[in-house]
C-alpha cells in the first residue's frame, strides 16, 4: 500500500524554523515528484513547493523563495522542507503529494498521492 505520511508541524514563533518530512512507505519516491501544499482556514490549498523525481529540481513559490528549501533524502525514502525566517502568514496544514513523473508538477491535479497533512502554526 503506497502511503506518504507527514510529520514535524508544530507552534513556532515568527522568525523561527521548521523542518517538515514526507516519508514515503510501500515505495521509492526517488523517481517521483513531491509537491509541498498548504491550506490556510478559509483559503484555498496553495502550492509551496515541487521536487522533481530523479532530476530534484525544485520550484518555489513567491511567497516562501528564500525561506523554504525542498530535498530529497534517498536513504531514508524522505523528502524534507526546511522551513526558515517563518511568518504568520505561512500558518496551515501542509501536505505532500507524490506523482510518477521526472518533472516538477506544480499543479493539485497533477498529484496521484496525498499525505494527511500536518500543521503549523506561526504565532507569537
Known amino acids: 500500500q503506497l502511503q506518504l505520511v507527514e510529520s514535524g508541524g508544530g507552534l513556532v514563533q515568527p522568525g523561527g524554523s521548521l523542518r517538515l518530512a514526507c516519508a514515503g512507505s510501500?515505495?521509492?519516491?526517488?523517481?517521483?515528484?513531491i509537491g509541498w501544499f498548504r491550506q490556510a482556514p478559509g483559503k484555498e490549498r496553495e502550492g509551496v513547493s515541487c521536487l522533481s523525481g530523479s532530476s530534484s529540481r525544485t520550484n518555489y513559490s513567491d511567497s516562501v523563495k528564500g525561506r523554504f528549501t525542498v530535498s530529497r533524502d534517498s536513504v531514508a525514502n524522505t523528502v524534507w522542507l526546511q522551513m526558515n525566517n517563518l511568518k504568520p502568514e505561512d500558518t496551515g496544514v501542509y501536505s505532500c503529494?507524490?506523482?510518477?513523473?521526472?518533472?516538477?508538477?506544480?499543479?493539485?491535479?497533477?498529484?496521484?498521492?496525498w499525505g494527511q497533512g500536518t500543521q503549523v502554526t506561526v504565532s507569537s
Open positions: 510501500g515505495f521509492s519516491l526517488n523517481y517521483y515528484a
Open positions: 503529494a507524490a506523482v510518477y513523473a521526472s518533472w516538477c508538477a506544480k499543479t493539485l491535479n497533477e498529484y496521484d498521492y
